[in-house]
């Protein structure tokens, strides 16, 4: 059984899907189907049928007509609609005469033949020791993060702007027992930020805080409508759980993303660290996000205390399962002045494989090289960006804030220049959307190979 049956009933036995040309006729199509009863789940479009970061409707081949007769008689603009059979096919043929287990040349033909893994298979990858197996999981992941996304790295800009919290996560340095400096930013300082973005060209700005009330829905509404009206930038709200109606709303205000991670996707763990949030209720959130038609993000920590392999396992396919669309799996960091203070942080070679894994797994979707993979190790972003990941988050809060919005200890302020050091060391390239005529006017030394 596919993880998806432990989290919600499926009755799609052979996939099929329906890629339409705009978000809008995506949601209005799932609306349609939704009316005639017919089982559907939003994915993320995968290789091959379209855009990366794009969302499609899988349903059951059963339905094919009925699809097809529905999609017409409301002028829909398809852009297919096909059997998941035919998934993209990739080239390992490098792989083939590197010294692996037999166990280990199965895996790597069924990733080459684009059939899905299984639990146990994941499993086997986790727990790979030897170095010649390790060096052949990273490569697998770096190659089929080319084919999906190709060498430029994607970047968002964070601004957190606020670190007050009424939640109490056993992990999080900004927990609402924790005593730290709390702040707030008004909407003039925020918009302040986003205009310094703009001007460097990001173009996607990451409003994060702790969950906090005080930003009513009419407070966060105001602020995304005035960025999408002066700059037309991509938004990712990452403010925590909100009730559906809000997603609906932030979606229809021209919300792109939402970040709401599932941490881990074993409900033992989940409850244990999380004493205010219920498993289930994180799972209904995943599906209220990604239904309302905002990309959906997740991912979660590696190495939590008490956590195990059978479980990171779990983490990995549930981001597959839930059709997320973006997927930042870091190391869990002990922060100071909370429960966990004095546990271990995670492993960097293990949070690699997961990070691999989560690439040859869910394919055609952001990966990001976390601040916490950063934190962790001094070349933590550039081996994650190795390892299949293909975007990195620069902190764009203001910077007599950033000390407060300690969500663990000795956060890596990842910047701009930290970024470009990653991008040449893990020989990739930038955006072609950043000002670098602007940039080196103010003083940063960005070699032209790297835009090339
Ligand atoms: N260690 C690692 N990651 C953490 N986060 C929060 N606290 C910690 C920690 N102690 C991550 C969580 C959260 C995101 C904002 O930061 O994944 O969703
Ligand atoms: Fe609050 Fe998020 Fe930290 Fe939990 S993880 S305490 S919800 S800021």
């Known amino acids: 059984m596919s993880l998806l049956g432990k989290f919600f009933e499926t009755n799609i036995k052979e996939p099929y899907i329906l890629v339409c040309s ?3 006729q995506m949601l209005f199509s799932k609306e349609l189907l939704d009316k005639e009863n017919i089982d559907n789940e939003l994915i ?18 059963k339905h094919k007509n009925k699809v097809k007769r529905i999609t017409n008689e409301n002028d829909i603009e398809v852009l297919s609609i096909a059997s998941l059979e035919n998934k993209y096919k990739y080239n390992l043929s490098e792989i083939y005469d590197m010294n692996i287990s037999k166990d280990f040349k199965d895996i790597i033909n069924k990733i080459e033949a684009n059939t899905d893994l ?77 205009d310094n973005l703009y001007k460097i060209g990001i173009k996607t700005v ?14 966060i509404l105001s602020i995304v409508k005035e960025i999408k009206d002066k700059y037309k930038m991509g938004i990712t709200l990452s403010i925590g759980e909100r009730t559906q109606e809000e997603y609906k709303i932030f979606s229809e205000a021209g919300v792109n993303n939402y970040l709401l991670k599932i941490e881990t996707a074993s409900r033992r763990l989940f409850n244990k ?33 008490t956590q195990t392999i059978d479980e990171i396992a779990d983490d990995i396919l549930f981001q597959r399962d839930y059709g997320v669309h973006m997927i930042g799996f870091g ?71 950033r000390e407060s919005y300690q969500i663990y200890s000795q956060k890596n302020m990842v910047d701009l220049s930290f970024t470009i050091k990653s991008t040449k060391d893990s020989k990739r390239k930038l955006p072609k959307y950043l000002n670098y005529s602007y940039l080196k006017s103010i003083g940063y030394d960005i070699d032209d190979e790297l835009i090339k």
Do not use: W
């Not at 993320?44 to 081949?61: L, Q, R, S, Y």
């Not at 498993?279 to 991912?299: A, P, T, V, Y």
């Open 44 to 61: 993320p479009t995968p290789k091959g049928f379209g855009e990366v970061c794009t969302t499609a409707i899988k349903f059951d081949k």
């Open 22 to 24: 705009s978000k809008s």
């Open 273 to 305: 660290i999380h004493p205010d949030d219920d498993f289930d209720d994180r799972i209904k959130h995943h599906k209220f996000i990604r239904d309302s038609g905002i990309r959906l993000g997740s991912g979660g920590m590696i190495g939590l205390p």
């Open 118 to 194: 299984n639990k146990e298979e994941v499993k086997y990858l986790l727990s790979i020791e030897d170095e010649d197996e390790y060096n052949v999981l990273i490569r697998t992941a770096d190659i089929i993060r080319k084919e999906c996304v190709g060498d430029r790295i994607e970047l968002r800009a964070a601004i957190e702007f606020s670190n007050y919290c009424i939640k109490n996560c056993n992990y999080c340095g900004v927990r609402k027992d924790n005593s730290t400096n709390r702040y707030r930013m008004n909407k003039k300082e925020i918009l302040n930020v986003v």
């Open 331 to 401: 190391p869990f960091l002990p922060a100071k002045g909370t429960p966990y203070e004095n546990e271990s942080k995670g492993d960097l070679k293990l949070t690699l494989k997961v990070v691999a894994i989560t690439r040859i797994v869910c394919q055609h979707v952001f990966l990001p090289a976390t601040t916490a993979i950063a934190s962790l190790h001094p070349d933590g972003q550039t081996l994650a960006l190795m390892a299949g990941a293909n975007t990195i988050m620069l902190i764009s809060t203001p910077s007599h804030l």
């Open 206 to 219: 990451i409003l994060q805080s702790g969950e906090d009330p005080y930003y009513t829905t009419d407070k």
